[in-house]
RNA sequence: GGCGCCGUGCCCAAGUGGUAAGGGAGAGGUCUGCAAAACCUUUAUGCAGCGGUUCGAUUCCGCUCGGCGCCUCCA
């Protein structure tokens, strides 16, 4: 099976075919770093994540481009407000993002500032102003014209005429059509502006978008990515703009987006106050866990977040780890680097889907229960039990989800030479049925941390 | 009002024109000195409702009801 993405722009599912064999590139919206970033903001980076991870895997080169906005009306405004330059507290929120995209283990892209591209995005707009789908208006701004692009509305299926007539917009004066949009925002006082040939100002919002993916991708790119939230009018002003300034079609070969995070079934968002910080969540689960909680949606579906859910969730992951640790108890260090094929075969395909990784946990789940048969057997076969335990790494481990082993989080002081001595006297108490003693001995250490399960092969443990 | 998405068991969640993955939770059982874990069995003749197409639909089409997103800043 090829590897199939499904395209908003066909509303279909397409086989993917880049531009260049072996090779993809990837432009996702970032964000206006202007706040700490909420679990809505890392949706797209972890889905993302994993869909490069998968690229790889499948052999392709790829690049990865994503932007700050770093200048805009709302930042100029909270600068305002904490007293700050817009520089500074772009560069804080900036930064910030990136740590969580650090601590939830996302690999980082190419990320590129609005601010130091600004000749790209004057380059576009001179090339929309010559060709005529632009113009300045009086006191220095420079808006698209919506109606010399026929196209406009094909990948939001909106036409320009049915949005006019319902259309609640604010009649500004300054545009010919209420559906212009500002590509160049003229300088006003104590603002940030650069010079330009129309004077000086600063981009509007989507125009960035369109200059730095071009610059960094080149025209025709593969993948054009970002949240189902700025279908329109963004992505659609971005192609506009992208076709228009270049005659160049299509912008971008295939574009995608992510559903959107949701809590108590209203989109996540700072004016609803419904939002829970990466910070605050990684506060009370390990980053695997909620790797794993967003990974058990498809990308494109929306997504309810409830604590109750990563709760859930962090149970399930127990388990994976619980049978893989004991798994490692009782290969008795047989090694294998094999994956069960039948497996394998059913998560590539998965992932081929549209990186359905939904379905491709679920056969991460059919090989733990193999693996979980093998260790509940009466004859359990340390090859066998090496051979799923295996399987179940390399796959969740492709999705970016690592299964440590477990003295990676060994506390202070407890050994596990020290847990092996204790289990040891445990083993001679019970010979000699003093049963009193090895509970004892079991619920010490059950107090610090360390499970144990007795077997008929043997006592096993893990921390908890 | 316009455009689009969605409605699968107690909860979460995949999926296919031919009879419903997986996870969480619950119930019974097995193993065990006990415990824990695991394993086995069990919870949708059913996939919002009503019509239609079809040999056959949860899967395609239409309508109705319900939820959500966008149309203003948004990941």
Same mark, same amino acid.
Request: charged fraction near 15%; charge should be positive.
């Given at each position: 099976m090829s590897l199939t993405i499904y395209n908003t722009l066909t509303h279909d599912k397409e086989v993917f075919e880049p531009r260049e064999p072996g090779k993809v590139g990837i432009y996702a919206c970032g964000l206006t770093p202007q706040g700490p970033a909420h679990l809505g903001h890392m949706r797209g980076a972890l889905a993302f994540d994993v869909i490069r991870r998968w690229f790889k895997y499948r052999g392709y080169d790829v690049t990865m481009v994503q932007n700050f906005t770093d200048v805009d009306d709302k930042i100029i405004r909270k600068a305002a407000e904490e007293g700050i330059g817009t520089v500074e507290l772009a560069t804080r929120y900036s930064n910030n993002y990136l740590a969580d995209w650090n601590s939830l283990g996302i690999t980082p892209v190419e990320f590129v500032k609005v601010t130091e591209n600004i000749p790209a995005i004057l380059q576009l707009i001179a090339q929309l102003l010559e060709r005529e789908h632009a113009y300045v208006a009086e006191n220095g701004d420079v808006y698209f014209s919506v109606r010399t692009f026929p196209d406009y509305g094909k990948l939001s299926r909106r036409r320009s005429d049915e949005m006019e007539s319902g259309a609640r917009i604010e009649i500004d %004066? +300054?545009?010919?059509? %209420? +559906?212009d949009f500002a590509l160049w925002k003229a300088e006003r006082p104590g603002e940030p502006s650069w010079p330009s040939p129309w004077g000086p100002g600063r981009p509007g919002w989507h125009i960035e978008c369109s200059a730095l993916a071009q610059k960094f991708?080149?025209?025709?790119?593969d993948i054009h990515a970002g949240g189902i939230d700025l279908l329109f009018p963004h992505h659609e002003n971005e192609i506009a703009q992208g076709e228009a300034g270049?005659?160049?079609?299509?912008?971008?070969?295939v574009w995608m987006h992510w559903g959107s995070v949701n809590a108590g079934g209203e989109k996540m968002s700072k004016s609803l106050g419904n939002f829970f910080t990466i910070k605050e969540i990684l506060a009370e689960y390990p980053a695997q866990v909620l790797r794993l909680y967003l990974l058990?949606?498809?990308?494109r579906a929306p997504i309810d977040y409830a604590p109750e859910r990563l709760a859930e969730t962090a149970r399930s992951y127990d388990r994976l780890r619980k049978a893989l640790s004991t798994a490692d108890q009782m290969s008795?260090?047989?090694?294998v680097d094999t994956v069960s094929p039948l497996h394998l075969a059913k998560f590539e395909d998965s992932m081929d889907d549209d990186f359905n990784s939904a379905a491709a946990l679920g056969v991460v789940f059919e090989a733990l229960s193999e693996l979980n048969k093998e260790i509940a057997s009466?004859?359990?076969a340390p090859a066998e039990i090496a051979f799923y335990s295996s399987t179940v790494r390399k796959l969740i481990g492709s999705l970016g989800i690592e299964l440590t082993s477990q003295e990676a989080s060994a506390p202070d002081g407890l050994t596990d030479a020290l847990i092996e001595h204790a289990l040891a006297w445990r083993k001679l108490a019970r010979e000699s049925k003093n049963y009193g003693l090895s509970d004892r001995i079991r619920d010490d250490l059950k107090s610090l941390g360390i499970i144990l399960e007795d077997r008929p092969q043997g006592t096993t443990w893990q921390r908890s």
């Open positions: %004066p +300054l545009k010919r059509d %209420p +559906l991708l080149g025209l025709s790119f270049t005659g160049c079609v299509p912008f971008a070969r058990s949606t498809h990308y008795n260090g047989a090694v009466p004859t359990p």
